[in-house]
């Protein structure tokens, strides 16, 4: 037979809270509209998001510009998936390959430094990031 779950006297699990780039834990970055992989508002990212959703970026025309561009319009709505469309001063759980597209050609956003996943110091230094804090 197989059990599923821990006797009362067993060990604790600890839950371990995402971080955000600064080592503190990982705030919100918007809930209206709700984004992030997990749709909870955080740029909490795991294995299964391909496309690594954990910058908080705040959207500008530019930006916008330059993501449909690229093939992903986040401006226009789709209700289906209850997506309202983005528009500048909106937050968004970008992926961090096009935000680091973007920089490379001059249309970065800015991000919450505080509500952007830890992960994100791995492929971009921090002074980078501190340039770019709302």
Not at 72 to 84: A, E, R, S, V
Not at 106 to 129: Q, Y
Request: charged share 20%; glycine share 8%.
């Amino acid at each position: 037979m197989i059990q599923f779950g821990y006797p009362l006297n067993s060990t604790k699990l600890k839950i371990v809270m995402a971080r955000n780039i600064l080592g503190t834990e990982l705030i919100e970055c918007s809930i209206d509209p709700m984004t992030g992989f997990y749709r909870n508002g955080k740029c909490d990212t795991c294995g299964d998001d391909a496309g690594q959703h954990s910058i908080c970026a705040q959207m500008t025309e530019s930006f916008l510009e330059f993501s449909a561009s690229r093939g992903n319009d986040l401006m226009t709505p789709m209700p289906d998936y209850k997506f309202p469309g983005l528009k500048a001063g909106d937050f968004w759980c970008v992926c961090l390959g096009r935000w680091i597209e973007a920089h490379e050609a001059g249309v970065a956003p800015k991000i919450k430094l505080e509500a952007t996943h830890a992960s994100v110091s791995e492929f971009v230094d921090m002074e980078t990031l501190k340039d770019f804090a709302v």
